[in-house]
């Protein structure tokens, strides 16, 4: 069955690094893949989506990659701020009209 | 973008019971979907809304248990019946607006506790 796996244990960084968070994926070969952020008590946000045929993708401090051969993608916060700190989702669509089937997530805590 | 009018935020109810769940939004939408998150998981699919229709349910999922409506575009509700505990979760309406097919709009989440 289909299955997406990110990196359950929090991912606590100092202030002004470099947060890099893990998206793998199995049995499936989806033609795009996004980056929700949800914070306590709220839905998700979406922030980034990036096609199979797109080795990578910005949005201002955001940088998503997608290996379609590795299964994976990875998801960077540059010049990272406390306000940053939340639960990141990955998420594919799966069968069409962003029908989707999210990764747990990976709770990101920036220290000042 | 969507704004997405989710009632109740949350309820305490009993078990055996039932709560419908209201989801509003403030566009044109093209899909609508219904989610639920159990504590300390991610999202999973509950089903599709289907305008006019019966929705889709996706594996684990049955109307008896979740009836859903849609009489138009913009409003659709998901009923939780028979309470027990382990329906306590959070339960998030989700769209896809006309014109951004690939972007996912969520509601804020109606937290239920089953006691």
């Known amino acids: 069955s289909q299955k997406i796996e990110q990196n359950s244990e929090a991912l606590n960084i100092q202030e002004g690094k470099t947060a890099t968070l893990t998206c793998n994926y199995t049995n499936y070969s989806p033609a795009y893949l996004q980056w929700y952020r949800q914070d306590p008590g709220r839905g998700p946000v979406f922030l980034l989506l990036?096609?199979?045929?797109?080795k990578e993708k910005r949005k201002e401090r955001l940088k998503v990659t997608f290996d379609t051969t590795l299964k994976q993608s990875l998801f960077h916060i540059t010049a990272s701020q406390p306000a940053d700190s939340a639960t990141y989702l990955c998420a594919l669509d799966s069968g069409g009209y962003n029908k989707l089937i999210f990764g747990a997530g990976t709770r990101l805590a920036v220290h000042p | 973008s969507a704004v997405i009018s989710q009632k109740p935020s949350r309820d305490i109810c009993q078990r055996g019971t039932s709560l419908t769940i209201q989801c509003q939004v403030d566009s044109q939408v093209t899909m609508m979907f219904w989610y639920r998150q159990q504590p300390g998981q991610s999202l999973t699919l509950i089903a599709t809304?289907?305008?006019?229709?019966?929705?889709?349910?996706e594996s684990g999922f049955v109307i008896d248990k979740f009836p859903i409506s849609r009489p138009n575009l913009t409003f659709s509700t998901l009923t939780v019946s028979n309470m027990s505990p382990e329906d306590s979760s959070i339960y998030l309406c989700s769209v896809v607006v006309a014109g951004r097919a690939t972007e996912a709009f969520f509601g804020q989440g109606t937290r239920l506790t089953v006691v």
């Open positions: 809304a289907n305008q006019g229709s019966e929705a889709t349910y």
């Open positions: 990036i096609r199979e045929n797109e």
